[in-house]
């Protein structure tokens, strides 16, 4: 198995945190090739099979955006009360 790019498996955590994808394999035959164990693996390898279509530093920036904004959301919905 190769090692992946640190770009892609930031993104693939990205991704996961922003999607609430599970931390199962469930999504490995739609997003890998095969060999990987994980949906994490399985997202960062088709990641990496894209990431020369993507700005990658954008779609970074986008998705830490999302997850600053979910992180500050309670699960039913609702905005925390930071203070």
């Not at 490995?28 to 994980?38: A, I, K, R």
């Not at 990431?51 to 500050?72: G, K």
Request: with cysteine.
């Amino acid at each position: 198995m190769h090692k992946a790019q640190p770009k892609a498996k930031y993104i693939a955590s990205l991704l996961i945190q922003v999607l609430h994808i599970p931390e199962d394999g469930s999504l490995v035959p739609v997003f890998g090739c095969g060999h990987e164990s994980s949906n994490h693996e399985a997202i960062t390898f088709w990641v990496e099979t894209k990431i020369d279509e993507i700005d990658a530093e954008e779609v970074i920036f986008r998705l830490e955006q999302m997850a600053n904004d979910h992180s500050r959301t309670d699960p039913t919905g609702g905005v925390k009360n930071d203070g």
